[in-house]
C-alpha cells in the first residue's frame, strides 16, 4: 500500500474517531438523548465514575486524540508519525482497560464505546505503526 | 587511525526506533491514564441504596403523593381531562431521571390541581430485576399507594440486573410506606397482579414501545399520541401538558 493511501487512511480512521467520539461526548453532557433499549446497558457505562477523568468525561479525551492524529497527518513529519503512532497505540492499552471495566467491572455495555474500542482504536494503531515503520531515515 | 564514519540508519532501523520511542511513549500515557482513573474516581451516579442496605426517598414519595387520589396505576381525579401515559421501565436509569426531575412538577402543578391523570404503564425488559420490582409495584397498588412504591423504589434504583431488587429493600418500603408486607407479599404473586403486568405488557407491545421512558398523551377518549420531551424539564411537561389542555 503506498504512503500516500496509508495517510488518506490515518485521516479517514481519525474522522470516523472524532465522529463516535464526538457523539459519546455530547451524549455525556445531554443524558436525555439517550433511552433505555431492550438488552439494558442503558447509561450505566456513560454514568459510571469510570467514565470521567479528573471530571472530563473519556470520550472527550478520545476526541482531542483523533483531532490530534488529523492534524498530525497534515503536518506529517518524521516526528508527526510517530507521535500519530504513540497516540494511537495509547488509545489501544486505554481501549483494552475501558473493555476490561466494562466486562467485570461496570457489568454493562456500551455499544458505541465498543465500537470505537474494538474496531476504529485497533484500525488506527495498525495504519500508524504501518506508517513509522516505513519512515525514511 | 580517524574513526569509521557511522552508516546512517536504514529506513528500516530508522521506523523500528520511532517505534519503540511510540510504544514506550503509549505505555507510559497508558499508566497514568488508568492510574488516574482507578486512583481518582469519584461516585457513582447510577442508583442508590440497593445494595448497601440504606433506604432512601419513602417520606419524599408521601410528601409528594400522599393525598392524592390514585386507582392502582392511575394518578390523579377520574375526572381529569388529560392523561399523560408513562411507559417506563423500573430499572431504567433514565426514568429514574425523570421521576428525580420532571415527575415532582407535573404531579404539583397538574396532577394535584386535577387538570391531569398519570397512567403508568410498566415495562419489564431490562431483566429479572424489573419484572419483580414492577409485580411488587403493582402488587402496592393493591393497598392503595403504587405511585409511593414506585417512587421509593427508583429512589433506591441499583445497577441494572445486579439482583438489587431483594425482598430486604422491597420489605424496608413497604414498610416505611405502612404497608402489609405478607399481603404485599402474596398479591405480587396473585393472578391479578400478574394479569396487569401481562395487560401492560401487551399495551406496550401494541404500540411498538421501542425503550423507556416513553410518553403518550390522551385527551378525552380520543386516541392517545406520543409525545417527546427534549428534557425533563418541569417547562417541558407543562407545554406539552398545557397544549393537550387547550386542545
Redesign the interface.
Known amino acids: 500500500m503506498s504512503d500516500r493511501a496509508l495517510r488518506a487512511g490515518v485521516a479517514l480512521v481519525a474522522l470516523a474517531g472524532v465522529a463516535v467520539a464526538g457523539y459519546l461526548t455530547y451524549v455525556h453532557y445531554q443524558?436525555?438523548a439517550?433511552?433505555?433499549?431492550?438488552g439494558?446497558?442503558?447509561?450505566?457505562v456513560q454514568?459510571?465514575?469510570?467514565a470521567?477523568?479528573?471530571g472530563i468525561p473519556?470520550a472527550l479525551?478520545g476526541l482531542l486524540a483523533y483531532v490530534a492524529v488529523l492534524a498530525l497527518v497534515v503536518w506529517d513529519s518524521?516526528l508527526a508519525?510517530?507521535?500519530a503512532?504513540?497516540?494511537?497505540?495509547?488509545a489501544?492499552?486505554?481501549a483494552v482497560?475501558l473493555i476490561t471495566l466494562q466486562a467485570f467491572v461496570i457489568?454493562?455495555w456500551c455499544v458505541w464505546c465498543l465500537v470505537n474500542d474494538l474496531v476504529i482504536v485497533p484500525l488506527l494503531a495498525v495504519l500508524t505503526?504501518w506508517r513509522?515503520?516505513?519512515?525514511?531515515? | 587511525m580517524p574513526p569509521k564514519p557511522r552508516k546512517p540508519p536504514s529506513r528500516k532501523e530508522s521506523g523500528n526506533r520511532n517505534l519503540l520511542i511510540a510504544a514506550g511513549a503509549a505505555a507510559a500515557v497508558v499508566l497514568v491514564l488508568v492510574g488516574a482513573s482507578l486512583l481518582l474516581r469519584g461516585g457513582d451516579s447510577n442508583g442508590g441504596g440497593g445494595g448497601s442496605g440504606e433506604v432512601t426517598g419513602i417520606q419524599e414519595a408521601s410528601t409528594l403523593l400522599d393525598g392524592l387520589p390514585q386507582e392502582r396505576a392511575v394518578l390523579g381525579s377520574p375526572k381529569a381531562k388529560v392523561t399523560l401515559i408513562q411507559f417506563e421501565d423500573l430499572q431504567c436509569p433514565i426514568c429514574r431521571r425523570y421521576q428525580a426531575e420532571g415527575f415532582p412538577g407535573v404531579v404539583e402543578s397538574y396532577v394535584r390541581p386535577g387538570k391531569v391523570k398519570l397512567r403508568m404503564v410498566g415495562m419489564a425488559f431490562l431483566g429479572p430485576d424489573s419484572e419483580k420490582a414492577l409485580l411488587y409495584t403493582l402488587a402496592a397498588g393493591e393497598q392503595g399507594k403504587l405511585w409511593q412504591f414506585q417512587d421509593a423504589l427508583y429512589a433506591n434504583q441499583g445497577d441494572e440486573n445486579s439482583g438489587w431488587v431483594t425482598d430486604a429493600l422491597l420489605e424496608k418500603i413497604a414498610k416505611g410506606l405502612g404497608l402489609d408486607w405478607a399481603k404485599l407479599k402474596k398479591d405480587a404473586d396473585g393472578a391479578v397482579t400478574l394479569q396487569q403486568a401481562n395487560s401492560m405488557a401487551d399495551e406496550a407491545n401494541q404500540r411498538q414501545i421501542q425503550g423507556t421512558p416513553t410518553f403518550y398523551v390522551q385527551v378525552g377518549d380520543q386516541q392517545p399520541y406520543q409525545v417527546n420531551p427534549s428534557s425533563f424539564e418541569p417547562s417541558e411537561f407543562a407545554s406539552i401538558l398545557d397544549d393537550a389542555l387547550s386542545s
Open positions: 443524558p436525555e439517550l433511552i433505555c433499549t431492550a439494558g446497558g442503558c447509561e450505566t454514568e459510571s465514575s469510570y470521567e477523568l479528573l473519556v479525551f518524521e508519525r510517530t507521535l503512532a504513540a497516540i494511537a497505540l495509547s489501544v492499552g486505554f482497560y457489568d454493562a505503526v513509522v515503520r516505513r519512515t525514511t531515515a
